[in-house]
């Protein structure tokens, strides 16, 4: 089992920036997939950004050069640090291991962009 807790999330003004952790419960990112997905009010979830065991990223064409995707292995915590905000950014923000059939979600954090 792995557990995973999100912290960042807030309000925040159009073109502002926040920066949300993941952390796991345990070093999982030399084995797990690890990705933050987001869910607007209304919406369906959607992948928002991915970081490999091999520190590989990818980016939605929605935040790309907006986002960045880090981890620090020592705190077994990953980030997502979103630039530039908009409106449209607002959702709740989950991070997600992943390992083959295994999958593990954190309970999500809120950001709220909005003058």
């Known amino acids: 089992q792995v557990q995973l807790v999100e912290s960042g999330g807030g309000l925040v003004q159009p073109g502002g920036s926040l920066r949300l952790s993941c952390a796991a419960s345990?070093?999982?990112?030399?084995?797990?997939?690890m990705g933050w997905y987001r869910q607007a009010p209304g919406k369906q979830r959607e992948w928002v950004a991915t970081l490999t065991v091999s520190g590989t990223t990818n980016f939605a064409t929605s935040v790309k050069g907006r986002f960045t995707i880090s981890r620090d292995n020592a705190k077994n915590t990953m980030y997502l640090q979103m630039n530039n905000l908009t409106p449209e950014d607002t959702a709740v923000y989950y991070c997600k291991a992943n390992w083959g059939a295994d999958a593990f979600w954190g309970q999500g954090t809120q950001v709220t962009v909005s003058s």
């Open positions: 345990r070093n999982i990112f030399s084995i797990y997939t």
